[in-house]
């Protein structure tokens, strides 16, 4: 799996973004998905995670109530809607994949995006 993360940019704090991560390969439907972002320096760590059919859902504390991760598996494509967005939310975004469980450590998941960059300015 292929993946490609794009809808980072630079905006004020209060303001909301829509990042994608677009998959390649058939196999996207049987890839559980997930967020994570990093901090230069700092360790990467989980945002957002969602399972095969996207009934499942998992969040960290710091963005519950902000963010919003779904999947158009006929578009191979996941999606993080981010709105209220904070300074601290600031970091680059990668998009990962892992075959078929949910997960929320940057280990268990196999396949990686370039990363988006996020800013957002106070």
């Known amino acids: 799996v292929q993946l490609q993360a794009s809808g980072g940019g630079l905006v004020q704090a209060g303001d909301s973004l829509r990042l994608s991560c677009a998959a390649s390969?058939?196999?996207?439907?049987?890839?559980?998905m997930g967020w994570f972002r990093q901090v230069r320096g700092n360790e990467r760590e989980f945002v957002a995670a969602?399972?095969?059919?996207?009934?499942?859902?998992d969040y960290a504390d710091s963005v519950k109530g902000r963010f919003t991760i779904s999947r158009d598996n006929a578009k191979n494509t996941v999606f993080l809607q981010m709105n209220s967005l904070k300074p601290e939310d600031t970091a680059v975004y990668y998009c990962?994949?892992?075959?078929?469980?949910?997960?929320?450590?940057?280990?268990?998941?196999?396949?990686w995006g370039q990363g988006t960059e996020v800013t957002v300015s106070s």
């Open positions: 390969g058939r196999t996207f439907s049987s890839h559980a």
């Open positions: 969602i399972s095969l059919g996207g009934t499942i859902t």
């Open positions: 990962a994949a892992r075959w078929r469980d949910v997960a929320i450590t940057p280990n268990d998941f196999n396949f």
